[in-house]
Nanobody, 125 residues
């Protein structure tokens, strides 16, 4: 089992950058694939990015490709989401997810087992 806590959200203007962090508990963090999802009001939770347990493989939603970068530091039990060139449509609650079995190309939120509480990102125009 793993517990996840996101941080780093905030309010900023379009074009700005933000880095989200997700700290995980437990000694088995390095065995989990990790993902970031987001959910805007009235919308379903959507996939943003994922990284394999080793950090060698990543996968991105088309809407964020080239602007967002996911990475992890297994020594610190932390996964990051660097977000650049932010747009108002990036406004959402961002959630960290973990799963041992879900491949990094699994974009369906229901197939990821563990979730954090979310952090709000608001981008103004």
């Amino acid at each position: 089992q793993v517990q996840l806590v996101e941080s780093g959200g905030g309010l900023l203007q379009a074009g700005g950058s933000l880095r989200l962090s997700c700290a995980a508990s437990g000694r088995t963090f390095s065995t989990y694939n990790m993902g970031w999802f987001r959910q805007a009001p009235g919308q379903e939770r959507e996939f943003v990015a994922s990284v394999s347990w080793s950090g060698r493989s990543t996968y991105y939603a088309d809407s964020v490709k080239g602007r967002f970068t996911i990475s992890r530091d297994n020594a610190k039990n932390t996964v990051y989401l660097q977000m650049n060139s932010l747009k108002p449509e990036d406004t959402a609650v961002y959630y960290c997810a973990a799963d041992r079995d879900a491949g990094i190309k699994i974009v369906v939120a229901a197939q990821w087992r563990y979730w954090g509480q979310g952090t709000q990102v608001t981008v103004s125009s």
